[in-house]
């Protein structure tokens, strides 16, 4: 059945209602509800069935991850017990003296995680929020720093769960050698590059832009507090008690998703190939099972915690999950009432695209916003990826204009990281905030403003790209457009908080 534009009224439901009320759960339940009375024609218990039908198989769907949230946070709280964080944050209160230092610091952690976003997410948020707390820095700016340095690099990274996915769907719609195309879009990977290139400016900068500003003068975006933790820690914990769990985790996990894909078996495979064919929830999961194994061994001998203490922080780990587990099982039946088995709103707004005839050398741009509309409504980027590579695709063949595909596709990959980014009920935004203990409304509106003038930026680019075909050209374009922008923002911010020059 053909929904038409009702397709595309539950995710705008949830997100409007997550952006005024600043509540989301409620905003995103009432946003199944709409697309389960939309699936049902109003019939109310027939809608209930569909919706916790849905609503279970995409638990079941992503069980792993569940289980990994909940493992992290007991791996987090064992070694804050233990110590490991306390003493962390005073070496690095030695090391890192200033907010600059600290922002620059948490920007290339997260650079240097590009394995996976979800991973990437709740480790650079562990191991930074003592240091960034010390420093005077707000979660919201953690968040966006957590949140601008995950997707975007794993977009780039030639070896990650990202780009193995990308090069699976550009290789199903018979493009020979996926790989070096996946390749040839990184330097017309406009918002990716732009968004890294931001991250590290603002590290540097003495005034951020629009409600980030006012979170730095004064931090009310935190959900956690620095005086009542909930528990104690140890005074004899050491930097190598955090260290070492991270490390093990990191290097777990990167040698499970070769296994899982194949690396080890023998074949010939390639450590790009075992990354593309990886389990990465189970891989995730296996890591930090033996992480946590190995804190319990680092910490119970050298009583720095007890048996019993150990026990009840693994316990006390979840729980302190609980919340970011709610809010990204109700994003997931969102994103899976949109799906092509229920409304289909990729497929709709795909057809709308396929049909309409547009100058090539704008192409491009619009591809980008289409894109970023749909990542924005469905909260899913690897979703768009998947909806849009086979539409658009042989509409270029059609159009026998197949010199602009690594444009077209690195517009598609800029446009669904955007939308991904933005949007509150996208899974990397959720786990950003449940990452750096940030209220979740308070880290999408901070971050939107950024967001938007480098996607802004973006644009312009593509339509630069899509004239002259040159990346020296685009690029360019691209990064004076996001200068002036900035600029501007930054004349407006201190304008609006009366900060002096």
Request: hydrophobic residues 55%.
């Amino acid at each position: 059945m053909d929904y038409g534009w009702l397709s595309i009224l539950p995710p705008i439901v949830a997100i409007v209602l997550a952006l005024i009320t600043k509540e989301v759960i409620s905003s995103l339940l009432i946003g199944i509800i709409a697309g389960g009375l939309i699936l049902s024609g109003g019939n109310v218990l027939v809608m209930l069935e569909n919706i916790f039908e849905l609503m279970g198989n995409r638990v079941g769907d992503n069980g792993l991850m569940i289980i990994f949230l909940a493992l992290l946070g007991s791996l987090v709280m064992v070694m804050n017990m233990a110590g490991g964080s306390f003493a962390y944050g005073k070496w690095a209160s030695k090391k890192i003296k200033s907010k600059k230092a600290a922002k620059f610091a948490t920007a290339i952690l997260g650079i240097l995680i590009f394995i996976d976003d979800y991973f990437n997410c709740l480790t650079v948020g562990a191991v930074m929020k003592p240091i960034v707390d010390e420093n005077g820095i707000s979660r919201a700016k953690l968040a966006h720093i957590i949140d601008s340095s995950a997707a975007p690099i794993c977009i780039l990274a030639p070896v990650s769960s990202w780009a193995a996915s990308v090069v699976a769907i550009i290789g199903s719609v018979g493009i020979e050698n996926p790989m070096k195309v996946f390749l040839s879009t990184i330097p017309f990977n406009l918002y990716a590059l732009l968004t890294i290139f931001i991250v590290i400016y603002f590290s540097f900068s003495d005034i951020e832009i629009g409600l980030m500003e006012k979170f730095e003068m004064e931090d009310t975006s935190i959900i956690e507090s620095k005086e009542e933790v909930g528990y104690t820690h140890s005074m004899d914990g050491k930097v190598i008690d955090l260290i070492i769990p991270v490390i093990v985790l990191i290097g777990a996990t990167v040698f499970f998703m070769l296994r899982t894909g194949g690396y080890f078996n023998g074949e010939g495979i390639s450590a790009s190939e075992a990354f593309g064919d990886a389990n990465v929830n189970l891989s995730l999961v296996i890591g930090s099972v033996i992480a946590i194994f190995v804190a319990f061994i680092m910490y119970i001998p050298r009583k720095l915690i007890s048996f019993e203490m150990f026990m009840n922080g693994l316990v006390e780990g979840m729980k302190s999950m609980i919340g970011a587990i709610v809010i990204l099982t109700l994003a997931w039946t969102v994103g899976g009432i949109t799906s092509a088995d229920y409304l289909n709103t990729g497929g709709f707004i795909g057809a709308k695209l396929a049909s309409s005839i547009v100058p090539m050398w704008i192409f491009p741009s619009i591809i980008f916003i289409v894109a970023a509309f749909l990542a924005f409504s469905t909260g899913t980027a690897w979703g768009t990826f998947g909806i849009l590579i086979p539409i658009i695709v042989p509409i270029l063949v059609h159009m026998n204009q197949m010199e602009y595909l690594i444009i077209v596709l690195a517009s598609i990959f800029s446009g669904s990281v955007f939308g991904d980014h933005c949007s509150p009920i996208s899974d990397t935004t959720i786990l950003s905030s449940a990452g750096a203990g940030c209220n979740h409304i308070d880290h999408v509106q901070s971050q939107i403003p950024y967001a938007l003038i480098v996607a802004l930026a973006s644009v312009l680019g593509f339509i630069a790209a899509g004239i002259t075909k040159s990346i020296a050209v685009t690029l360019l374009v691209s990064l004076v457009s996001l200068l002036i922008i900035i600029n501007i923002m930054k004349r407006w911010t201190r304008k609006k908080y009366a900060i002096a020059k």
